[in-house]
């Protein structure tokens, strides 16, 4: 079975250097790069934090959407052209190819990573800068097992991405969203304010929070800690595993 | 991928697209010109919101909402007045900016350098008030922009009471706050004329060893006996 995971693994890495997704990744930088190059000429003072600030954040953002189509769409183009069910006609399980595949994009996330996280190293600590990538390697883990989840489940890209961005959304403002729901204005008694109460108090139990994942305040203050980023591993080995744990219930019980 | 030639490309759909961009171009300069309704500052909106907007991400909330402050006086091509901003408004955003960002020095340079330049002595006011407000929460980081803000008081607008109690603030401030700033009180008393309250104050700092540099002592020691030939 190793063989096989291994196998399409690979394959994985060879797509992605073959569909130009890390020259596409350099592009975007390039365009993130001309951005900040503007910010920084309208700033009085700070301009190096914001220059950094503002990069780093929009190249997460950019890791986070890049991984997560390119692989709804590889997936995805997998079903429509039948080559699942050419690979699953070999003597190989259902959970190698998962694993497999997985394997696979994981090993991209962490080259995206490397590459975005290296870049950010001109203007920031090095330390802070590992932890920074550390973060966004798990960050890009967690979203990358979603997008297989929901591509496996959907067959379809537009669902798949659709979720994907909700599920982001959702779950690096879910601190914002347990503030507000908590605070005095909103402290109602009424059914439909213990419902929404609930409602967001269940969504933070389940999501993992990404807004203490990646922080763009440690590169510019120098405020990261192991502590953080041994944190931010914990709860990823925990979402990963369960989020590989629903793809494979899913997709040994599709009728493939 | 190698592509075909450009000659396989049916004439009709060349023209089409040349066409098409042109008429693009033709429509966005037939765009009429925008309103010049000039805005007024509005009242910002809460922290979490602002959080929310950028996705829990408040450094870079932080960083978007000052370039954005900063650069609302300019609308539309036009420069607007300071006199045209609304200094309470303005005050708000300051504090929910540096409220996202507290290890940002960012809305304390706007607030001692920037909106100080309006004329006038109240709007002034605020903003310095601002800066004691921020000083007080964080007196080891903010020093210098409340240094900033006693000379503003004392040369800019001529209120030697509020810089006296700025002054007195940087004394009574964190550890960091150096002996030279802390003695800014010593000459704004005299300014004021307050010399029995000088002489106590430059007693009380050598009397507890708050100095160490010798020329420093020997000046105040001096200062002191001088005041001492003035009293009745």
Redesign the interface.
């Known amino acids: 079975m190793i063989n096989y995971v291994i196998s399409f693994s690979r394959y994985v890495v060879i797509e992605a250097l073959h569909t130009r997704l890390l020259v596409m990744s350099a592009i975007l930088l390039g365009m993130g790069m001309g951005l900040v190059t503007f910010l920084g000429s309208i700033t009085i003072t700070e301009t190096a934090a914001t220059q950094s600030s503002f990069l780093a954040a929009f190249l997460r953002i950019i890791a986070v959407y890049t991984m997560s189509l390119w692989v709804i769409t590889s997936v995805a183009r997998e079903f429509h052209e039948r080559s699942i069910d050419l690979w699953l006609s070999f003597p190989v399980t259902r959970g190698a190819f998962v694993v497999g595949k997985l394997l696979g994009f994981g090993i991209v996330a962490v080259m995206m990573a490397v590459f975005y996280g290296s870049i950010l190293g001109w203007n920031a600590p090095w330390w802070q800068v590992i932890i920074w990538t550390s973060s966004l390697i798990c960050e890009l883990w967690i979203i990358t097992n979603l997008s297989l989840f929901c591509v496996l489940t959907f067959q379809h890209a537009i669902p798949s991405f659709s979720i994907v961005l909700g599920f982001y959304i959702l779950a690096r403002s879910i601190d914002a969203l347990q503030s507000i729901v908590h605070s005095p204005l909103n402290s109602g008694i009424g059914l439909m304010a213990q419902i929404t109460l609930g409602a967001v108090e269940l969504l933070a139990t389940l999501l993992p929070h990404f807004d203490r994942f990646t922080r763009t305040e440690w590169l510019i203050y120098n405020t990261g800690t192991v502590m953080d980023l041994l944190h931010i591993i914990g709860q990823t080995a925990v979402y990963v595993t369960l989020l590989t744990a629903m793809s494979l219930f899913d997709f040994y019980r599709k009728n493939l | 991928m190698k592509q075909r030639t450009l000659n396989l490309v049916p004439k009709p759909v060349k023209w089409l697209l040349a066409g098409s961009l042109l008429l693009q171009i033709f429509v966005y300069l037939q765009l009429p010109a925008k309103p010049t309704l000039i805005l007024e500052l509005p009242l910002p909106p809460s922290y979490?919101?602002l959080?929310?907007f950028?996705?829990?991400?408040?450094?870079?909330a932080a960083?978007l909402g000052i370039?954005w402050l900063?650069?609302f006086d300019q609308q539309q091509g036009r420069v607007l007045s300071y006199h045209a901003l609304d200094y309470g408004i303005l005050r708000q955003w300051l504090e929910l900016l540096l409220e996202l960002?507290p290890?940002?020095?960012?809305p304390l340079?706007?607030a001692s350098q920037?909106y100080v330049s309006v004329g006038t002595p109240e709007k002034v006011r605020k903003m310095l008030d601002f800066v004691y407000d921020a000083y007080l929460k964080y007196p080891d980081q903010r020093w210098p922009w409340l240094l900033q803000a006693t000379v503003l008081a004392k040369h800019r607008i001529k209120d030697l009471p509020l810089s006296l109690k700025y002054a007195q603030a940087l004394s009574k401030g964190g550890s960091n706050v150096p002996i030279w700033a802390q003695e800014m009180q010593v000459f704004i008393l005299e300014e004021m004329g307050e010399l029995e309250q000088m002489r106590i104050v430059i007693g009380g700092m050598l009397a507890n060893g708050q100095l160490t540099d010798p020329n420093e002592i020997k000046f105040l020691n001096e200062r002191l006996k001088a005041l001492e030939q003035l009293s009745p």
């Not at chain 2, 950028?54 to 870079?60: A, E, M, R, Y």
């Not at chain 2, 290890?103 to 960012?106: A, D, N």
């Open positions: 979490e919101q959080r929310l950028t996705l829990g991400d408040s450094v870079v960083k370039l900063q650069s960002d290890h940002s020095h960012y340079l706007l920037v």
